[in-house]
């Protein structure tokens, strides 16, 4: 059974400061996987994804990484803002396939104050 | 494009009363996913439909939980009876092909007393 495991839970950093986050997972046998943002009281809205051949993924401030073999993503922000302030959860589909019953890590609740 | 629609955004009901909850999916999109988030189990997948057919509701709790999917603009998920463990932020996803992206909805906070 796939498991999914976010670090850290909880993130609080000054306005302008780079920043990493993490994401697990335990079958490596991974068609791709998600970033996504969820904002209070909204649903999930998706980041990135990266696919099992890719590296990586860039989108503006935001990189993510993939190392298939370590079982283990990096979303990296670049010069955080306010804005940045959400929930960013990682999720995976389940090994072999590449379809939605996505595995999700639990999150991580980033803040960035001015 | 206006998004994955859910309605209603808040339910409060009572233990025993039927819920029904309403998604309409992405034009197009041809895979719809019903998820349900708790602060103790996060996010899990319900169940999920392709092209209006059930491929996996293996994430159905229990038989008090249905869903339907009776054209490719409209999908519901029913609860009957409802129970107060039931409570917690069911959302609707949609998705045009296997593999790409999820769009979720805003969700509908469900609160059974």
């Known amino acids: 059974k796939q498991e999914v495991t976010q670090i850290p839970a909880a993130l609080s950093v000054p306005e302008g400061e780079n920043l990493v986050l993490n994401c697990s997972f335990t079958?490596?046998?991974?068609?791709?996987l998600q970033w996504f943002r969820q904002d209070p009281g909204k649903g999930l809205t998706s980041l990135l994804l990266i696919q099992s051949s890719q590296r990586e993924q860039t989108s503006g401030r935001l990189n993510a990484s993939l190392d298939k073999s370590s079982g283990r993503s990096t979303l990296y922000i670049a010069a955080s803002q306010p804005g940045d302030s959400a929930t960013y959860l990682c999720?995976?589909?389940?090994?072999?396939?590449?379809?939605?019953?996505?595995?999700f890590g639990q999150g991580t609740i980033l803040t960035v104050h001015p | 494009d206006a998004g994955v629609i859910q309605s209603p955004r808040h339910e409060v009901t009572e233990m025993g009363q039927e819920v029904t909850l309403r998604c309409k999916p992405i034009?197009?999109?041809?895979?719809l996913f019903w998820y349900r988030q708790t602060m103790m189990r996060g996010l899990e997948l319900l169940i999920y439909f392709n092209n209006n057919v059930p491929i996996d509701d293996s994430g159905m709790p229990e038989d008090r939980f249905s869903a339907k999917m009776p054209n490719a603009s409209f999908s519901t998920l029913k609860i009957q009876p409802s129970e107060p463990r039931d409570s917690a932020v069911y959302f609707c996803?949609?998705?045009?092909?296997?593999?790409?992206?999820?769009?979720f909805g805003n969700g509908t906070r469900l609160t059974v007393t």
């Open positions: 999720a995976v589909p389940p090994g072999g396939t590449s379809y939605g019953k996505l595995t």
């Open positions: 034009s197009g999109h041809n895979s």
């Open positions: 079958d490596s046998a991974i068609y791709n």
């Open positions: 996803a949609s998705s045009p092909e296997s593999g790409s992206p999820l769009h």
